[in-house]
Antibody, heavy 119, light 112 residues
Framework: QVQLQESGPGLVKPSETLSLTCTVSGDSVSRSAYHWSWIRQPPGKGLEWIGYIHNSGSTNSNPSLKSRVTISVDTSNHQFSLKLSSVTAADTAIYYC???????????WGRGTLVTVSS | DVVMTQTPLSSPVTLGQPASISCRSSQSLVHSDGYTYLSWLQQRPGQPPRLLIYQISNRLSGVPDRFSGSGAGTDFTLKISRVEAEDVGIYYCMQATQFPRTFGQGTRVDIK
């Protein structure tokens, strides 16, 4: 059974870079057809799609986040990562990693990790 | 961006009774490949979302058959034929026909 687990700092200062990693266990992140996504949810609010990366290295991200988002994959360590630069309080959210054979086929989810942006 | 609008935002339901959630998109969700990429996700309290239905009406393995999806173009519906206690949570529609992927605001289903 494939499991996803997010990890990273729970507190980030304004203007700094948020960095999260999602570790895939039970299967290899190098499975060629998989897409790995990041989705966030401000406390008490709805879901926002951040972006995805395919194992081929192709990515797509939400233009609302402009050029602040970087998503990468490390197949050797069975992980994929999110970096969000120049964060503000508006980036405070639960961040979920997710995956599936297509980027929209979000069959696998991590439990989520709360990231608070505050000085 | 494609705007997804769900109604109602809250749906109190009696156990064993049906529930229905509507999702409307600001543009047609029919992709150039002929498929319609409309999914439904369930988020139980304190848990991550869970994909229930994709491409309008296809249930994931393990999803009870009391959940069904229907619709076309810009109008879609999720129905729960007989609500059970474990169905309490927030339901989201999501479109994946265009980038960026977008979600509806969510519909809270709880028990009367």
């Amino acid at each position: 059974q494939v499991q996803l687990q997010e990890s990273g700092p729970g507190l980030v200062k304004p203007s700094e870079t948020l960095s999260l990693t999602c570790t895939v266990s039970g299967d290899s992140v190098s499975r060629s057809a998989y897409h790995w996504s990041w989705i966030r949810q401000p406390p008490g609010k709805g879901l926002e799609w951040i972006g995805y990366i395919h194992n081929s290295g192709s990515t797509n991200s939400n233009p609302s986040l402009k050029s602040r988002v970087t998503i990468s994959v490390d197949t050797s360590n069975h992980q994929f990562s999110l970096k969000l630069s120049s964060v503000t309080a508006a980036d405070t959210a639960i961040y979920y990693c997710a995956g599936g054979i297509w980027d929209w086929y979000l069959e696998l989810w991590g439990r989520g990790t709360l990231v608070t942006v505050s000085s | 961006d494609v705007v997804m609008t769900q109604t109602p935002l809250s749906s109190p339901v009696t156990l064993g009774q049906p529930a229905s959630i509507s999702c409307r998109s600001s543009q047609s969700l029919v992709h150039s490949d002929g498929y319609t990429y409309l999914s439904w996700l369930q988020q139980r309290p304190g848990q991550p979302p869970r994909l229930l239905i994709y491409q309008i009406s296809n249930r994931l393995s393990g999803v009870p058959d009391r959940f069904s999806g229907s619709g076309a173009g810009t109008d879609f519906t999720l129905k729960i034929s007989r609500v059970e206690a474990e169905d309490v949570g927030i339901y989201y529609c999501m479109q994946a026909t265009q980038f960026p992927r977008t979600f509806g605001q969510g519909t809270r289903v709880d028990i009367k």
